[in-house]
């Protein structure tokens, strides 16, 4: 499978079969995106904000999965797991879906715009995940701290950083600066995709920076 950041919590996720995006923003958000470009097979939106349900602007006539559940399209398995914008059960911002998407033999868990660390039943269905999509801005999601205990309640295999804006400067991005700090990264290397397979997963939590395509 290959997996590319398209900016802010949005990703391409590339299997043998099938195309699968998350929380395609919209054009408002100042980043740059070709997602019309791509054909996708499903769609994934974690909640109803500008930032993360522009299916409109993907391109192909993708399944759209939205909100808890399971689901089966195309031979990926999707279980949508209810969850909350905030630390104050939804009363600030509303509610989050975090997927767990099952596909070319790995498990996959975006999380969305998570706003607290995850609650007992939450974890029961992460157990599993090879990959961790986490957000780790601070801005309406959870901030380096609690995207570090959430890495510990997890323990994935791999993880993917997203929900910060990229530099445009060639600085690191203070989020990304104070969470690589905080996961004790000292040199950051950041790649255009990552392509994985079962078998090449390490065998120690790794992280994996991606530059925005």
Known sequence: MEISWLGHSCFLLRGKKVTLVTDPFSPQQGEESRLSEISASIVTVSHNHSGHNNVAGVGGSPRIVRGPGEYEISDVLITGIASYHDDKRGQEYGRNTIYVIHIDDLTVCHLGDLGHVLREEQLEEVADVD????????????????AAEIISQVEPRIVIPMHYRPATTGDVPDPLNKFCREMGIETMNTQSKLVVTRNSLPAETQIVLLSPR
């Open 131 to 146: 990959i961790l999509l986490l957000p780790i801005s601070g801005d309406h999601t959870v901030n380096v701290t609690h």
